[in-house]
């Protein structure tokens, strides 16, 4: 007889690190009934064969927050458990071998502490001091972080089915779940095989922990989660005469790390190249496997690795490993509840940094399944970021040769994919590129983000300088501030909620008073239980019975999704009508003499006031006009149907010489909405921000009767705030923001930026960030000092609360 219930709470598939870690996490949660499938043995896919490096340093705050709980709970779990886990505290250091790279690094530092981990910027004497085999030649600087470690990869995923199964859980081995049961958007059960048996079980939940198999699985769940396996290539000494340990060694300049373990040395590397595997399936008795040797492939790696550690040189190879590994589109795992379904959710697709992200990513995803909310920000890594077409097979490849090799590439702003590009193009495309556009990349889109002079190149040259388009950035900014700059926001996502319930549940789901007129535009935010912000959008009533709700390019699915979640017994229609419109935005202060010379339309203040949407004529074709502006001046953004965009650009560009009309990219809306103070979603507002803190609560009605997050706004404004959200700018005009650098108050780091860029008008680096205030007046924190961390120099900052660009919004509205 099988081993297998028949009913589980949750089913969880994959038996690897990450599956381990969330039935650990949910039985310590007290959540009974859960069992976890795996197809052939424990860590039998990438677990056992991982380098085992436990890092607490991510990309943001709360990634970095995951990554210190997975060490935390490493080093205790062997004593819950009795399984060693071989975790050690044996420290990191990254070394820079370019100025640019020790800028990047010194800005993670500077990161680190804002984030409160302990880090100390090392000089190359120093490195040699806690390193002494490395050739420091060429060394410009390092960072160290002395509790950062390694760990056993296949135990430390043991111990945790163990704690998982000392609670109550059914780890259950060689049994491979084959199909699913499915009602609606909910799966019913898993149907399973063990070797010649096979069954059924009834589940409430199921959890993707496929790795490399998660895209299969997803399939089979009915679920999109994009991951290709690529080659991952390292080494194994003999054993070293008197080789003691080490901390790990990161030289991503040369793309490897180094790893002492029992007298050995483990040489692993992310190569700018990589080999994407199992293009046509992953084997089926796949288990415990090794992928063949391909020495050339790793043979430059190597060679600059024996000039690095020169004892390599004599030591002779014991190993050479080439196993697979899950990488997704932007080197960033999945994790949360798939947008496609109500009750399936993932955790997959980790780019080799599985081991030091598992304890955290199952206790996020045991959190989020308990309370059915997210415990805190995760949009780096959820899973609704990824759009439809990123499960593509053919994309899945060629986007992954490149994403391994990043992980150890120069992190620099704006840094743009460049594999399996060109996919989304907007109507506007090749007349953009025909004068000057120099694309980037978001979800998928083909967007202008600058445009290049006759004569310049048209290409990023990247640097965490100024970089090679910061004089057309600020040639871009100052036309929208002084005459009339145009630009392609056709990207932006466009949802239409139409039906007899669309004004009553957008009232619900909104924090905005949606009972409003036809052709009223309406900022408002879609808030959570806890008051924290889902979403940051525009509503534009188009009808008794039609809203048009705008996103974000990234967060269309995302936003979708939360309305569809929400909709309850609401009778409206959602539909994703992105496509059908292009858009043009036409903003500055002589966009209105632009648009009288193509249409015969009034966009007076009288009959076309900010907030308002009329149909209008342009040439020969019909459009729609939206009086909104994220850039703080006078404008429009001009919505046309696809089939009629080309001719309404050229007629805007013919008309636009008589006003010298200039065209303007993406990182000049951002230039510019920095300036005035507009939140940027994902970065100065999320799903954890309350929105009150963000300085928003302007935007939710707070007498409406009945809203998702009414309680928690109203308890904020009895309560008072925790923090909030100031603007900064630099008093000296040459230091550089981008995001995440410290904040610091009367001498004190409080925070971190949560997006910067250069305010070309004020004349200076600006951010954004939350400083904490509990208790304080906002007099009691514009008294205080304050300063930027960039790169471990404190620059003086001013600080506001007010936009420091024409703060009455008067310009918008003339």
């Not at 409160?116 to 160290?144: C, F, M, Q, R, W």
């Not at 950062?148 to 059914?170: F, H, M, S, V, Y």
Request: hydrophobic share 40%.
């Amino acid at each position: 007889m099988s081993n297998v219930p028949s009913h589980a709470r949750v089913v969880i598939i994959g038996g690897g690190v990450i599956g381990c870690s969330v039935a650990y996490h949910l039985t310590k949660l007290g959540w009974k009934d859960v069992v976890l499938l795996e197809r052939k043995q424990l860590t039998s896919g990438t677990t056992w064969h991982a380098a085992g490096l436990i890092a607490q340093l991510r990309a943001t705050a709360n990634m970095t927050k995951l990554a210190k709980y997975s060490q935390e709970l490493y080093g205790n779990l062997e004593d819950e458990t009795g399984v060693a886990t071989g975790f050690k505290r044996c420290g990191s250091i990254t070394v820079a071998l370019t100025d640019e790279r020790r800028e990047e690094i010194y800005r993670q530092a500077g990161m680190a502490r804002a984030f409160g981990v302990d880090v100390e910027e090392i000089s190359p004497k120093e490195v040699l001091e806690k390193y002494e085999h490395l050739n420091i030649e060429g060394v410009t600087g390092a960072v160290y972080l002395d509790k950062d470690g390694q760990g056993d990869p296949a135990n430390i995923a043991l111990a945790l089915a163990k704690g998982a199964r000392q609670r109550g859980a059914q780890v259950i081995e060689r049994t491979k779940a084959t199909g699913v049961t499915r009602e609606g958007r909910r799966i019913t059960g898993v149907d399973w095989e063990q070797g010649s048996e096979t069954g059924h079980i009834t589940c409430d939940h199921v959890v993707n922990c496929g790795g490399m198999w998660g895209h299969e699985v997803g399939r089979m769940l009915n679920t999109n989660v994009p991951l290709q396996a690529c080659e991952h290539f390292y080494i194994v000494t003999e054993a070293i005469a008197g080789l003691k340990q080490l901390p790990v060694l990161r030289v991503p300049d040369e793309c490897a790390y180094y790893k002492e373990d029992a007298g050995k040395m483990l040489l692993g590397a992310f190569e700018p190249l990589a080999k994407p595997w199992a293009l046509d399936g992953i084997p089926a008795d796949f288990e415990f496997d090794q992928l063949p040797e391909d020495f050339d492939h790793f043979e430059p790696i190597l060679e600059a690795a024996v000039e690095r550690l020169p004892m390599l040189a004599d030591a002779g190879i014991h190993t050479f490993f080439n196993g697979p590994e899950s990488f997704t589109p932007d080197d960033a795992y999945h994790l949360g509840l798939a947008p496609e379904m109500d009750n399936v959710w993932v955790a997959a697709g980790f780019n080799s940094i599985g081991i030091q992200s598992a304890g955290g990513a199952g206790m996020a995803l045991a959190q989020w399944m308990e309370d059915g909310a997210k415990p805190f920000d995760l949009g780096d890594v959820d899973i609704n970021r990824m759009q439809p077409f990123q499960g593509n097979k053919t994309y899945l490849a060629e986007r992954s040769k490149e994403t391994l090799g990043l992980l150890y590439a120069d992190h620099f702003p704006y840094r743009q994919k460049a594999t399996a590009r060109g996919i989304r193009r907007t109507p506007f495309h090749h007349h953009l590129l025909e004068r000057g556009a120099v694309m980037g990349e978001l979800a998928g889109w083909e967007r202008a983000n600058w445009f290049a002079r006759d004569g310049q190149n048209a290409a990023y040259e990247y640097s965490w300088q100024r970089q090679n388009f910061f004089d057309n950035i600020r040639d871009e900014h100052m036309a929208v501030r002084e005459n009339v700059g145009m630009y392609d926001m056709t990207s932006f996502g466009k949802i239409r909620v139409e039906g007899p319930d669309a004004e009553a549940f957008l009232n619900y789901v909104g924090g905005g008073d949606y009972s409003v007129p036809n052709g009223k535009i309406v900022y408002t935010q879609f808030l959570n239980q806890r008051g924290g912000i889902e979403a940051d959008v525009t509503v534009t009533r188009l009808t008794e019975t039609a809203y048009l709700v705008v996103t974000p390019a990234a967060t269309r699915l995302a936003d979708q999704t939360w309305m569809m979640r929400n909709k309850g017994d609401f009778n409206v229609v959602i539909t994703d009508v992105t496509a059908g419109e292009g858009v043009l935005a036409i903003m500055g202060p002589r966009s209105r003499e632009l648009l009288n010379l193509v249409s015969p339309n009034d966009f007076s203040n009288a009959t076309n006031p900010f907030g308002t949407a009329q149909e209008i004529e342009i040439g020969m074709a019909v459009a729609r006009a939206h009086r909104v502006t994220y850039v703080g001046e006078l404008g429009w953004e001009i919505y046309v149907p696809s089939d009629m965009c080309g001719h309404v650009f050229e007629t805007l560009a013919e008309a636009g010489a008589d006003v010298n009309l200039k065209l303007c990219g993406m990182h000049m809306m951002d230039t510019c909405r920095i300036e005035k103070g507009f939140r940027h979603f994902g970065h100065d507002i999320t799903a954890e921000d309350h929105v009150m803190e963000a300085g928003l609560g302007f935007a939710v009605k707070k007498d409406k009767p009945d809203f998702i997050g009414r309680a928690a706004v109203l308890d904020k404004q009895e309560q008072g705030l925790n923090a909030r959200m100031l603007q900064f700018k630099l008093t000296d005009p040459e230091p550089l923001l981008y995001h995440n650098e410290p904040i610091v108050r009367n001498g004190e780091i409080v925070g971190y930026l949560s997006s910067g860029a250069y305010g070309h008008a004020l004349g200076g680096a600006m951010g954004l960030g939350y400083v904490p205030c509990k208790g304080e007046s906002a007099a009691d924190v514009l008294a205080s000092s304050f300063e930027i961390d960039v790169a471990g120099v404190r620059v003086k900052a001013e600080a506001s609360l007010k936009p420091m660009y024409d703060a009455k919004s008067e310009r918008v509205k003339v």
